[in-house]
């Protein structure tokens, strides 16, 4: 290595001391034209932005015909004269330009003029081009003025109306050491500075087009092509756009993802959210861009003096953690929940078969029962076709992260402000009608429903959100977020239960477990905390939630982050994670006559000795935390995530234990007969939760 760095070094040296031979038999001739104007070369220099006529004659008495004057002292000769090309380089404000400011575009590495030697500016009066083996036209200097003169005029006028200039230089007067120094120290500084590893990239037919636009139309392909590059080093590299992404796999680079630090920030895909999908004003939107103290209590450091009344991050955040996180509130929501999803369940007759479809009644009875125990009642009563809105949303909501115009996504567009429109609607009159001082902090009101729901209407609406921004949110947050993520993911799990009569038997066994009489109705009630802790029937949530939401989390690289295989990452680039492909990995999930591809409802639970000589089952995650990230992670993760926990598994646990199911068959969403089982329609692949692309035909019995 050292030999070889020396080689380059002396290479340049080396070409500059062998002889040069004449080059004046070398220089064509030129007819006239190869002749040019000096005044037409110095405008072509000005059009192409090389320099002005201010910096080469800074005197109001210059000359059209000036390429270059000299206002400095006594100059060194590697200052004006190019030892391999003898080219006059002239001052720039002084400054020693070089030869390629004095070059014709349209004759290549020609040079305007020439000067053998430069021992100080006086009077230079140039040999024929044929006596000097540089020599290529011919110049004539005027004296200068005395040196150290305040204000000196023009002293070098280069006349050059009519230089003559040859179609190439030789060779030899090319290799110079200046002309290859740079090369050598370029070669040298790739020789010896550290490598970053190479990150396999996503290409197509037309660069960034192409991956762009399947990343857009076609997600279940292009997470297809991600997964086969990340099998290599677990990074791959692609653009959404303009914008640089990475997509990343295994345990240590989730980790960084979702660690507390200043190398990745989830804003740039929340504001992407509020921006596109909440359809915010530019006005509500600066304030959360104008914000980087992020979202805990204590001010990001360096964003201490930002005003405390003006942290919309960490505002939100807060009504978020306290009344979705907190297990108190969180029960309470559940419990309002399980008090509508009940009465729904009950306008089914006692002891009689009524065929649905799953998929189906879930979409009208688990959604219209978290709708009320969120909203309220008056939201449904004044929209009574609000569900139907809410699922249509649901088809188009993860085309509108990205910002696609109108024009291109005008379905998308049209569905969103639909909604929006009757959310506004809503809440022109509940917050009109709603008594905000009162005193009173029911659990739940007919008007704003919960008090997460009137809590956060409060909040957007005390700061000065507009209407229109608090309806946009409402339409992404409680109506769609709260069931558009829930109601396919339990869709599945009763599905998985209502094919194998064994296994129905199992949960139902277990779920009657953890209920309790309710002493202030004397109902029987399932307890919020001992349904969740169920082996079997978390077993079956875990597995309802790997196979079934594909997301693509992403995060914002803001400072320096190294993730597998030494990559090192751009800051400003977008970096994500598909659960997608890091819940279907064989090597994580799969197990012995359990693909990671099949649903197994004991792939979390383990059988143990209860200490009294009895085999039990036990809930244990058949992989790491960050194997496994449905709700995303870090600061940002879902907030929702107690709630809709708990939503899901009351669901299939009042259904498993208040009906008999009786699988049918399968069916077409048109109710035509399917030829196979529901799989993911591969219409949400990368969109959050996905639901099955066939329904299924079930009797439901109510026991009681």
Known sequence: MQTTIFAILALPFLAFAAPAENAASKIPARNDAGTKNAAEFFKLKLNAGLTKRDDLCPYENCLD???????????????????GLGCALGWVRGHAVSPRFFREESVQNQCIGTLPTCPTLGTFNKKPAGSHPQAIGSLHFQPSPPVGAKHPQPTAKMNITNITMPSSLPLQSLLTPYTLLLPALYILYNLTRPKTPKVPALTGLIPILSVTFLYMTDMKTFLARARAALAEKGIVQFYIGPMKAYMVSGPSNIAAMFRASGSVSSDIFILLVKQHIWNMNPTDLAKFQRDKTGRLAKPAPGTEDYPADQRHWAGLHAVMHRYLARTSETNILARSFQRFFGERLETF??????????????LEHMAGAAVTAINGKKLLEMAPGLLDMIWRYDEIAASLVWGLPRWLNRKAHDTRDRLIAVAKRYLEEAIATFDWDSEEDPDWEPILGSRFNREWVRYLKDNGFALETIAGGMSNTTLFGANGNTTPVATWCVMEIAKDPELLKEVRAEVETAYEIDEATGEKVLRGDLLTALP??????IEGMRMHVSMNVTREITGPIELSGGAVPEKGAVLQAATEIVHYDEKIWGAEGHPASEFWAERHVKWVDDGQGKKVRKFEMAAGPNDFFPYGGGVSVCPGRFFAKQDMMLVVGMLVSRFDIEFVRW???????SDRPAQNDIRWSGGASVPPDREMKVILRRRW
């Open 667 to 673: 069916t077409h969403r048109d109710g035509t007969p």
């Open 349 to 362: 007759p006692l002891g009689e078969g009524v065929e649905v479809g799953v998929h189906e009644f879930m």
């Open 536 to 541: 079997l029937l978390q077993s079956i949530y």
């Open 65 to 83: 015909e000036c390429i270059g004057w000299s206002v400095a002292a006594p100059c060194n000769p590697m200052d004006l004269c190019d030892p």
